[in-house]
């Protein structure tokens, strides 16, 4: 129960899903090689909670995302806000988080939550 299986080749490049592990939400995005790139250019000094896109996930393709926004727990929607096509936006109070799930404007005071997570295939991503 404390562990989900996800096969990533159901999730086509450029596309997100939402679902859920251990009944929170949480958001599988396919990125595409722009938002990868676009995130790992970002100046780490530039940011409220500094991560460096690459240390953020297993695959930088796939990445794994808590779907619960860090300043009152709303859910942020995919593909919306500064940040879109890859990025999320929080519409409680305006959150604005990157492809990599990093806050970049609004009140939340930090990045999305990366959850444990890695492939026991090359298409089989194993959450929890
Ligand atoms: Fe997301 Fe306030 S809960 S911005």
């Not at 859920?20 to 676009?38: L, N």
């Not at 709303?74 to 593909?79: G, Q, R």
């Not at 990025?87 to 009140?107: E, L, Q």
Request: glycine share 10%; hydrophobic share 30%; proline share 9%.
């Amino acid at each position: 129960a404390g562990v989900s299986e996800f096969d990533v080749t159901s999730l086509p490049e450029g596309t997100g899903v939402l679902t859920k592990w251990r009944g929170m939400p949480v958001y599988i995005r396919h990125r595409t090689q722009a938002e990868i790139d676009e995130e790992c250019n970002v100046d780490l000094l530039s940011l409220r909670d500094p991560q460096h896109d690459l240390d953020r996930s297993e695959k930088p393709e796939f990445m794994v995302l808590v779907g619960v926004c860090t300043h009152l727990g709303c859910i942020p929607l995919n593909e919306a806000g500064n940040f879109a096509p890859g990025g999320y936006y929080c519409p409680c109070h305006g959150s604005h988080y990157d492809s990599s799930g990093r806050i970049r404007k609004g009140p939340a005071p930090l990045n999305l939550e990366v959850p444990p997570h890695h492939f026991a295939d090359d298409t089989t991503l194993v959450i929890g």
